[in-house]
């Protein structure tokens, strides 16, 4: 089988095909599809909630899937919110698949209409598949040659005709998830015994507090705090750790122990709200300490503390 025969890019005035040109935005968006930022192509009901959804402004990769097609995608851009109409219900349920879909009738085995004017198309749209099943994820699911990318499914109760938030389930993907991953380490250079006043959570040990740059991209962080190695003393101590990243803090972890070493470890997902990315903030250990028992902690030279974060992206909540 030949080669086609004009690779991106030849000069003399040379043709290039449009799967050659759709081949580089397959390469540029790595073989995937989906939304380019977290916040594009959001799904949601309008202000005053009535028979249509808006569709907000953003880009996406679209993989092409006529016959032929491998290694092709297409970008697509929504410049401003686009209303689409939903049918009300009748005494049934009803569930329906918002997709953003190409219909390009001269790609290769497509059967769409033709445009009025093949200069500016349109050929792209927010489609509605109406009465899908209620467990649809995907629009290849219903519809498998469609080139197209699900952005949310509608659950929609008997007899109604007006489309609330809580009806819309957000099924967009990232068509490249950024993730970046960091691990600080601090071990005390003397004795840090328990300053702080029990039964309150406070930052503890003071070399367990990093300033840390959340990425601008970032929509979610992963983090377990390990404080390894730190001595109980005066006794049993009841209490919890967690650590806390800007303003946000993690699940707590409890423990309990009388005079020993212990590893005192917590981890959890958080959410990162926008006010935080892209600032500096600081990743800190947070301790609490029973009040009525009369145990300590200490971190010395034979503690360490460790901090793993993974910063990574997801689409945006819908709000």
């Known amino acids: ?162 489309i609330t938030q809580a009806m819309i389930k957000d099924l967009r993907q990232l068509v490249i998830q950024r993730k970046d991953r960091e691990i600080y380490t601090a071990s005390p250079s003397n004795e840090q015994t328990w300053a702080g006043n029990k039964g309150t959570w406070v930052q503890w040990p003071p070399v367990a507090r990093w300033q840390v740059t959340v990425p601008a991209w970032a929509t979610k962080a992963k983090a377990v705090m390990n404080l390894a190695g730190v001595q109980v003393i005066n006794g049993y101590v009841w209490g919890g750790c967690a650590f806390r990243i800007g303003t946000e803090t993690g699940q707590s972890v409890w423990f309990e122990a009388t005079t020993s070493r212990i590893n005192a470890i917590s981890a959890d997902t958080l959410t990162i709200p926008k006010a935080l990315r892209g600032t500096t903030v600081w990743l800190e250990s947070m301790i609490f300490l029973d009040s009525k028992l009369p145990g300590i902690v200490q971190a010395d030279t034979a503690t360490t503390a460790v901090a793993d974060v993974e910063w990574y992206q997801t689409p945006d909540d819908a709000v």
Not at 77 to 101: C, E, M, N, W
Not at 106 to 133: A, C, H, K, L, M
């Open 1 to 162: 089988m030949a080669w086609d025969s004009v690779p991106w890019f030849v000069e003399g005035g040379a043709e290039h095909s449009s799967e050659v040109t759709r081949l580089l935005s397959y390469a540029a968006f790595g073989g995937g599809e989906g939304i380019v930022g977290s916040a594009d192509l959001q799904a949601r009901a309008l202000q005053t909630p009535a028979a249509a959804v808006q569709v907000m402004p953003g880009a996406c990769a679209i993989l092409n899937r006529a016959a032929g097609s491998s290694y092709q995608a297409y970008a697509a851009r929504l410049p401003s919110a686009d209303s689409i109409p939903i049918a009300a219900t009748g005494v049934s349920a009803r569930s329906d698949l918002i997709v953003a879909r190409i219909e390009n009738p001269y790609s290769y085995g497509e059967t769409w209409p033709n445009p009025q004017d093949p200069t500016t198309g349109p050929y792209v749209f927010t489609r509605v598949i109406s009465g899908v099943p209620n467990t649809t994820t995907n629009a290849r699911q219903v519809r498998a040659n469609d080139s197209a990318i699900t952005i949310a499914r509608i659950d929609i109760p008997p007899n109604t005709s007006s």
